[in-house]
């Protein structure tokens, strides 16, 4: 996937979609669909000759790029448009968490199939453009759009003052087509936002953040030395250290799944090299450590039946079940007890059979 902050070093002419998409949650997920449909350079005619076989298949949207030819004589790369930073650390001045830093949504747009992200840089010349003129001097000019995806709810402009319905006028005087993504909810109804699985992680509600986002929530951070408490009762914890802009669920103690990052395959055994960890269960405590007095916050994982040393490797932690809030005990032996507890009732959870 080719990645760039310069409006002039940009792959053209795009597919895009438009939106910040903190999370990629099963919503922004939506918005990003119709842009893969349209494939790039490489396999535009096979994906037109597929589209124009299977005309069932076909949204109006999809047949309208056809009719214009759009894939057929000018195919594009699938575009992620976003700003970079998030716009409301540019008006708040302060760091904003976000749910899925840079480097993670660069993986999850890859896994997606995306071919390119462009990282709006947001400043106070950004957000002074009208609707109009970030249209226009932005997207139509430097991005050379054939198409824009985003969501209902997309405003854009100098003080939010852009809609779609602007967005939809603006760039159908250009000829370019706008697909406008409904509201899209979960099965039981609820509304899936960045803003709802920031309240869900909050409230140690992990499987109704997950639900939301279309798969676990993860924790990616290199392992750091720590105090090593936990091997004084028992219990040695991997201590990571996660990217400050890293969003944190409530402080407690949840049940986890481990993974270290860079995982690779052989083809000819289909087994995994390189590798220590792959979905190994385990106990994560996220807080402050208040029975041994922590001043700072910590992040500790401690991996069920397992032993080795970790200690400069990059471990994906995927949140599964929040077990309890964190607590203060009385003494070391009441929290060793207690982690007891935790790993049983995790490996439960995680391994039920």
Not at 63 to 71: A, E, F, I, V
Request: net charge neutral; aromatic share 6%; glycine share 8%.
């Amino acid at each position: 996937m080719w990645i760039t902050s310069s409006l002039d070093t940009v792959l053209t002419p795009t597919a895009i979609a438009l939106g910040n998409f903190d999370g990629l949650h099963r919503g922004h997920q939506q918005v990003i669909q119709p842009i893969l449909k349209l494939k790039s350079p490489l396999d535009s005619r096979q994906r037109t000759e597929m589209l124009l076989t299977n005309p069932v298949t076909l949204s109006t949207w999809e047949r309208g790029l056809l009719d214009n030819n759009l894939g057929e004589s000018e195919p594009c790369y699938s575009t992620v448009v976003t700003f970079h930073p998030h716009p409301q650390e540019f008006f708040t001045g302060q760091p904003k968490k976000l749910l899925t830093p840079l480097d993670e949504k660069v993986e999850y747009l890859k896994m997606m199939g995306v071919e390119q992200l462009v990282l709006l840089p947001f400043d106070e010349q950004m957000a002074t453009l009208t609707p109009r003129e970030f249209v226009e001097r932005i997207l139509i000019q430097k991005l050379q759009p054939r198409c824009i995806s985003v969501g209902f709810d997309f405003r854009f402009g100098k003080k939010r003052t852009g809609t779609v319905k602007d967005l939809e006028k603006i760039a159908g005087h250009h000829g370019i087509k706008v697909k406008t993504v409904p509201l899209y909810l979960c099965e039981n109804g609820e509304r899936i936002s960045s803003s709802e699985i920031r309240t869900s992680l909050e409230n140690g509600a992990i499987r109704r953040a997950n639900q939301l986002l279309g798969r676990s929530y993860h924790l990616v951070g290199s392992v750091v030395q720590g105090q090593q408490l936990g091997r004084t009762i028992g219990f040695p914890t991997a201590n990571l250290q996660l990217p400050p802009e890293k969003f944190l669920p409530s402080y407690g103690v949840y049940a986890v799944n481990v993974s270290e990052m860079g995982i690779k395959s052989l083809p000819e055994t289909g087994n995994n090299a390189n590798f220590e960890l792959m979905n190994h269960p385990g106990v994560m405590n996220i807080g402050c450590r208040p029975t041994v007095a922590g001043q700072t916050v910590t992040v500790e994982v401690h991996l069920l039946n397992w032993s080795g040393d970790l200690y400069g490797k990059t471990l994906n932690v995927s949140l599964e079940e929040f077990l309890r809030p964190e607590q203060k005990f009385a003494c070391l032996d009441d929290l060793k007890t207690q982690i007891k507890a935790d790993c049983l009732q995790a490996k439960e959870i995680l391994d039920p059979t």
